[in-house]
């Protein structure tokens, strides 16, 4: 009797391994597509009274001035295996607090050495300073990171020369991937009209 109390036990033991490793399974659109449903779902509940913060300029419709200075950004930066910035990102790697940020579009390179970045922020009435300050701190932290690294010194040099500017409607960050060969500065101003 207990031999097979054990056997039992262990078939449903793998049956539940196995129910669980299926549900970790699955594509990485897949899981984008869960994320930014439950980011949706997330701000959905919001209550109106609470302004709808830290979602991304698709997900709220928000100013195309932000979707078309990444867009424009991206041709000045090409950035290789482009990674979608999301809300998590924004407010957990680099330090924003959702308050801060009224609508964002971002791309990074996923390339292990290569700190490529485009990214675009709307901040809430009177926070683009603590925006910038708060991507500043993002840029030497970066620094510091890639300065672990040997092998990273091409990254490490392109977030020393990271770009961040902006006003009081448009902030941006822009980091050089490996392979840009643009102006980047000058692609900043035309976006900001400067």
């Known amino acids: 009797m207990n031999i097979r109390l054990k056997l039992v036990l262990s078939a449903a033991a793998l049956a539940a391994g196995c129910v669980l490793l299926a549900g970790c399974g699955g594509s990485a659109s ?3 597509s869960s ?3 439950a980011a949706s779902s997330g701000a ?3 209550s109106a009274s609470e302004p709808a913060a830290s979602v991304s300029a698709e997900e709220n419709g ?7 200075a990444v867009d424009a950004l991206l041709k000045a930066d090409p950035i290789s295996n482009q990674f979608e910035i999301t809300a998590m990102n924004i407010e957990y790697d ?4 959702a308050d801060d940020v009224t609508s964002y579009k971002g791309i990074k390179s996923n390339d292990n050495g290569d700190a490529g970045l485009v990214l675009a922020i709307q901040p809430a009435a009177g926070k683009a300073q603590d925006v910038m300050d ?3 701190t993002y840029q030497q932290d970066q620094v510091a990171f890639y300065g672990n690294y040997a092998e990273f010194a091409q990254a490490q ?4 020369n990271a770009i961040i500017d902006g006003g009081d409607d448009l902030v941006v960050m ?3 991937s490996n392979d840009c060969s643009s102006d980047l500065t000058s692609a900043v101003k035309d976006v900001l009209g400067k």
């Open 157 to 160: 040099s392109n977030v020393e």
């Open 94 to 97: 680099f330090g924003l607090k």
């Open 35 to 37: 994320a930014s449903s």
């Open 134 to 136: 708060t991507l500043k």
């Open 174 to 176: 822009v980091i050089a």
């Open 30 to 32: 897949s899981a984008s």
């Open 44 to 46: 959905a509940s919001q």
């Open 62 to 68: 928000a100013s195309d001035a932000v979707a078309s």
